[in-house]
């Protein structure tokens, strides 16, 4: 069966603007414009959806050039839907050969991310289906909740929670500064990771990287220095409040997760400075 993979982009912008967009930076293979569907309105019938809720539009779209992977192969096109919620439209991406995403290379995914960037979204975060969001703190067990649910994380203006281990935000919503930060996790009570924050364009990357021995070498390439690591973190959802956060003062810690960030960025891992 496999594991289906989405990515979110949430606008401040009109269903037209989007498409728009979508038009100019790819190939818009096809494009359908939704009504409600059966299993939106059941969900709204038990007040699990805003009532304001709506799939607007669907389609599919080609990735020009195709994104790369690990293997050697290439992901050329995705699904895609559009949302309407509490007046942001929300860009769902579902990438054909959905085996494939988690084999996507980190440069590639920049480089996708750079593209979508041009629009402005307030934030890109993604999901996995195998992920039980009861466990999250979400009452049910249900995308469309998810989805639902992205509006409140950038309409305060300022981020206090991220949806998926790699969230990418619009820099003004992130009041912190860039740099390697412990941060207690919250479905492991008593324990803390490490929450790595770099810059890209006008955008905050903020990566996390769970438990990490950053003293151990072979704990950090295994962790760390994965080429497609930032495809696979990108939808794993986590819903981690960004509180009891502690910059991390270990200087070499710092230049260790620096380094790592930049070498998933850039794709160079020859050299990986440890």
């Known amino acids: 069966m496999g594991v289906d993979n989405y990515v979110y982009l949430v606008f401040d912008m009109k269903l037209g603007d989007v498409r728009r967009f979508l038009e100019e930076e790819f190939k818009l293979e096809s494009w359908d414009d939704d009504g409600e569907d059966t299993w939106v309105l059941d969900l709204k019938r038990y007040s699990l959806l805003d009532e304001e809720f709506q799939r607007v539009a669907s389609g599919e779209l080609a990735f020009d050039p195709p994104l790369r992977t690990t293997e050697g192969e290439r992901i050329i096109n995705a699904d895609f839907r559009i949302y309407s919620v509490k007046g942001y439209t929300i860009l769902e991406i579902h990438p054909a050969w959905r085996s494939r995403w988690g084999y ?3 440069s590639e995914l920049i480089r996708l991310l750079k593209k979508f960037m041009r ?3 307030l934030l890109i ?4 289906d195998d992920a039980d969001l009861t466990e999250l703190g979400f009452k049910h067990n249900n995308q469309l909740i998810l989805i639902n649910w992205l509006p409140k994380v950038v309409k305060t203006g300022r981020l206090e929670v991220i949806p998926s281990a790699l969230t990418v935000v619009k820099r003004e919503l992130l009041k912190m500064d860039t740099g390697l930060y412990g941060v207690s996790i919250p479905w492991r009570p008593g324990e803390r990771g490490f929450l790595f924050i770099g810059e890209l364009n006008d955008y905050a990357v903020i990566w996390f990287l769970g438990i990490v021995d950053l003293d151990d070498p072979e704990n950090v390439l295994e962790s760390l220095y994965e080429p497609s690591e930032l ?3 990108l939808v ?11 910059l991390v003062e270990d200087k070499r810690w710092q230049k260790i997760a620096e380094n790592a960030f930049k070498t998933q960025i850039s794709g160079t891992y020859n050299n990986p400075q440890l």
């Open 104 to 106: 996507v290379l980190s």
């Open 119 to 121: 629009a402005e979204p």
């Open 125 to 128: 975060c993604g999901y996995r």
């Open 231 to 233: 495809a696979c973190d």
């Open 236 to 246: 794993i959802p986590v819903v981690l409040p960004l509180r009891d956060l502690g």
